[in-house]
Structure formats: C-alpha cells, structure tokens
Nanobody, 125 residues
Framework: QVQLVESGGGLVQAGGSLRLSCAVSRRTFSRYAMGWFRQAPGKEREFVALISWSGGTTYYEDSVKGRFTISRDNAKNTVYLQMNSLKPEDTAVYYC??????????????????WGQGTQVTVSS
C-alpha cells in the first residue's frame, strides 16, 4: 500500500510563506509524477501544481504561478510545495497525490492513484 503524508501547513499572515512536504512510501517514487491539489471550504478540489518524475517538467494553476514552486527529492521520496506571497484565497486543505504518467490528464484529480490525508493552510488578512 502506498502512503503519502503531508506536513508543513499552518497559519500565516498574508504575504508570508510556507513550505509543504509530502513524504511517499512508494519504493518506485522516482518513476511517478506528483501533484498538489487544494480544497477550500464549500468549494471543489482544484489543481495547484504538478511535477514530472525527473523534476524536469512542472506546471502550475494560473493563480499560483510566480508564487508557488513545486520540487522533489527522489532520494528522500519527498515532494515539496514552496508557497510565497500567500493570499487569504490560498486558504485550503492541501493534498499531494501520485500518478503513473504525466499527460494532458494530469491536472485532473480523478486521474491520480494515491492521495495523502491533507494539511491545512490558513492565510489571515
């Protein structure tokens, strides 16, 4: 069974930064694409960012471009989401997920195989 464990969430003021981590128990972690998603209260889950198995390809949702950076350390089986210039509208539960391929469906949460339990990010104004 593959397990994903997010950490790093918390309460921060607008303009601040947080770094989320997602540790993955998958032995073949380095072969899989990783994504970050978020879900705010009363809203549907939305795509935030993704990264290819090598880290050479990344893609971001428009509202986080230039503020968030996704990265991975395959030696540590961990993917990160560095979030800068946080805004109140970034408040949500953030989830990481893993997928076997990177293609045009990789922004769809229903195409991911395994998910973490989520970590809460709250940005105060």
């Amino acid at each position: 069974q593959v397990q994903l464990v997010e950490s790093g969430g918390g309460l921060v003021q607008a303009g601040g930064s947080l770094r989320l981590s997602c540790a993955v128990s998958r032995r073949t972690f380095s072969r899989y694409a990783m994504g970050w998603f978020r879900q705010a209260p009363g809203k549907e889950r939305e795509f935030v960012a993704l990264i290819s198995w090598s880290g050479g390809t990344t893609y971001y949702e428009d509202s986080v471009k230039g503020r968030f950076t996704i990265s991975r350390d395959n030696a540590k089986n961990t993917v990160y989401l560095q979030m800068n210039s946080l805004k109140p509208e970034d408040t949500a539960v953030y989830y990481c997920a893993t997928r076997g391929v990177l293609d045009s469906n990789s922004m769809r949460g229903d195409r991911y195989d395994y998910w973490g339990q989520g970590t809460q990010v709250t940005v105060s104004s």
